[in-house]
């Protein structure tokens, strides 16, 4: 954990130094970027995140430390909102490429490349396949460095699987091949009932692939005529008619699957990846997440600077 806070704040620092180079590189047309006594000239950054004591913490102050030179502003809201009021954000969070385009739409990003290149920064400790995804919509350019990426994973209980007779999910498995064995792992079995599987309440799997929901200029809803949203509620409606596998809200809300699975009464439950707590006493092992036909673009946080005009 310790080894993991040092990277993601080697990150920030690092993009605050390409967003100090970006700012000061505007205000060096007018004036010095050191003062007379060869300090560093005091600057404000706005910082575009949710005001969370545990991220102040974990990112806001060691950066102040370190940078005692610089003000960090926390800016929340609606970006268009921000820029009509003057406080568009020098650093942004990004948790999708859905936000990533929108920034995009609103010349908000910059392309890093020729910043790392001069400052000799090591991107090689980042998986490049997490970069590759980032760089879904910025072509060749690189507006983001990710941070963090979501741990997602298909937990499973081995023992239901061994009860039924059916071999162990594998990895890389699509959503239909999950939905189609967890007929496989439902049923009964001496006077216990199993349910093969929980689709998860959250959106990820939809916000991951189906670009945007609502149309930029006009908030008309899109999501009514996007094929992947309709083939992920088709999914929904196939996994929950399963017999033997129905909704139940008790059993599907997310304080409940859990339970369900700590029980030893559910087969699979893709999620976070939340190992059972140990009392529970469950043979469980985990496969990759289920990938939709159209790939698996990046989860997680990135953070990227602000083009400056």
Known sequence: MKLILRFRTLLLFSIL???????????????????????????????????????IDAFIKPAEEKFPYITFEHVDGDLEELIAGKKAPDI??????????????LEMTYDMRELIEETGFDISRFNPN????????????????????DRFALMYNKDIFDLFGVEYPTDGMTWGEVVDL??????????VDYQGLYMPKSGSPIAWT??????????EPLWTENDV??????????????????YIPEHWEE?????????????????????????ANVNWDIATYPEPENGVPAGGWAMGVRFNK
């Open 17 to 55: 130094f390409f967003s100090i180079a970006i700012t000061t590189g505007c205000i060096s047309k007018t004036k010095t970027d050191s003062a007379d006594n060869g300090e560093p000239v005091p600057i404000t950054l706005k910082v575009h995140f949710g005001k969370d004591e545990a991220f």
């Open 92 to 105: 942004l969070w990004f948790w999708d490429q859905g936000w990533l385009e929108h920034a995009s739409e």
């Open 130 to 149: 997490q970069l590759a995804e980032w760089q879904k919509f910025s072509g060749e350019e690189l507006w983001v460095l990710p941070m963090s990426s």
């Open 182 to 191: 967890a007929r496989d792992v439902t049923g009964e079995r001496n006077g």
């Open 210 to 219: 189906a670009g945007n929901l609502l149309d930029p200029e006009t908030d």
């Open 229 to 246: 949203v309709r083939e992920y509620f088709e999914l929904y409606k196939e996994a929950y008619s399963i017999p033997g596998n129905p």
């Open 255 to 279: 304080g409940g699957w859990p339970e369900l699975f700590a029980q030893g009464k559910l087969a699979m439950a893709p999620h976070w990846f939340m190992p059972p707590n140990e009392e």
